[in-house]
């Protein structure tokens, strides 16, 4: 079924110039970006996206490392989006990633692991309606 996730490409990544790389990989993926746009996270903002990590001993430093440098936020559109890009990210840690998967091929460590994606169609929806007005998408 065609859907759509929300993507991070992450301070680490762009910092060092990997967004054509990124991208590259996500779309030989057969994953469409329809929407995308760069954008300097706010502190506020990137506490209310990471909320559900509040009680974790990483949270301020990854709310730290969010805030340090732009980061580009993505709408992908294709078969099974959600689950498909969890499969091109590749494992959380980097060491666990399989190969070929941008986590693999990218990350610095555990914490600056160069993107994020939604993890179910619910939080998609949410994510993306965080970033994105309607007409910022065009699939
Ligand atoms: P994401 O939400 O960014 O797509 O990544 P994920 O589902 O694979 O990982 P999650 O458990 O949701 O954690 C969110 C982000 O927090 C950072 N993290 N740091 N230092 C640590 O032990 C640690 N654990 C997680 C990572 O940047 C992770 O992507
Ligand atoms: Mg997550």
Redesign the pocket.
Known sequence: MTERTFSIIKPDATRRNLTGAINAVIEGAGLRIVGQRRVKLTEAQAKKFYEV?AERP?YGE?VGQMTAEPVVVQVLEGDNAVARYREV?GA?NPKDAADGTIRKQFALS??E?SV??S?SIENAKIEIEQFFADDQIVG
Request: charged share 10%; proline share 0%.
């Open positions: 990590h990483f990854l990210m959380t555990i914490g692991n994020h994606g993890d």
